[in-house]
């Protein structure tokens, strides 16, 4: 890595907490002069203006999230369940790495509306989480391990809804409850999927679906 290439990264390490928490709006050159310890022009040398800053800092803060989420999964062995319970669990147990909470709802929100180059990347990046997840109910299907006409899509969205909604409450709570009450939940609900019950899993088995899991098979529109 030579001298330039490795300020530039350093300056993306240093901006991305600011953009986390303070949002593209929120965040002034001024901001980023003081995290970064460079003027203006040594900035904008390495970056034509802070819109592309601000899209090299989220991608890094992403990649430093699913680093911290995604490692220590169960093996290939374990199972599908396994591996969407795992999933479940690091992202409850795990923090964001970043000053801010997970860079992923801020930015989807702040630039909802206002910056289309970030909204395409967090719409990219909810998009390859869902694709992950509806990967791995694709195996279960496949495998026999997850009962038939169970709807990939829906199971990844309802994940990805339940976990960040329950994110957000709990910033704005200022408490972890929803955030175990979403844990469990889903625990239940994810078991509640398998073709039979096993032993490695926490689970209840039923020989009826639950309401919530009735919804999920026979009206998969409701979750896009």
């Not at 350093?10 to 907490?17: D, F, K, L, Y």
């Not at 709006?25 to 802070?50: I, N, V």
């Amino acid at each position: 890595m030579t001298k330039g290439e490795a300020t530039r990264q350093r300056i993306i390490e240093q901006a991305a907490p600011i953009f986390n928490q303070r949002g593209f709006t929120g965040c002034s050159m001024q901001d980023l002069m003081e995290a970064t310890g460079l003027e203006k022009g040594g900035l904008y040398r390495h970056f034509p203006c802070k819109e592309d800053l601000a899209v090299e800092a989220f991608k890094y803060a992403l990649n430093k999230v699913a680093e911290a989420r995604l490692g220590g999964g169960p093996h290939h062995e374990d199972g599908a369940i396994a591996k969407l319970l795992h999933g479940v669990h690091q992202f409850v147990k795990i923090p964001s790495p970043l000053p801010g909470g997970c860079p992923l709802m801020n930015t989807a929100i702040d630039a909802d509306d206002g910056n289309p180059a970030l909204r395409a990347l967090a719409k990219e990046g909810i998009q390859a989480w869902k694709a992950r997840l509806a990967t791995i109910v694709e195996e279960g299907l496949r495998s026999g391990e997850i009962r038939k006409g169970t709807k990939p899509r829906a199971i990844a969205n309802l994940i990805v809804a339940t976990l960040e909604g329950a994110l957000m409450i709990s910033r704005i709570e200022g408490n972890r409850n929803a955030m175990r009450d979403a844990q469990q939940t889903l625990e239940d609900t994810l078991n509640g999927f398998a073709a039979q019950p096993t032993s490695r899993r926490r689970s209840h088995a039923r020989t009826r679906p639950s309401k919530l899991e009735v919804l999920i098979r026979d009206s998969p529109d409701r979750f896009r």
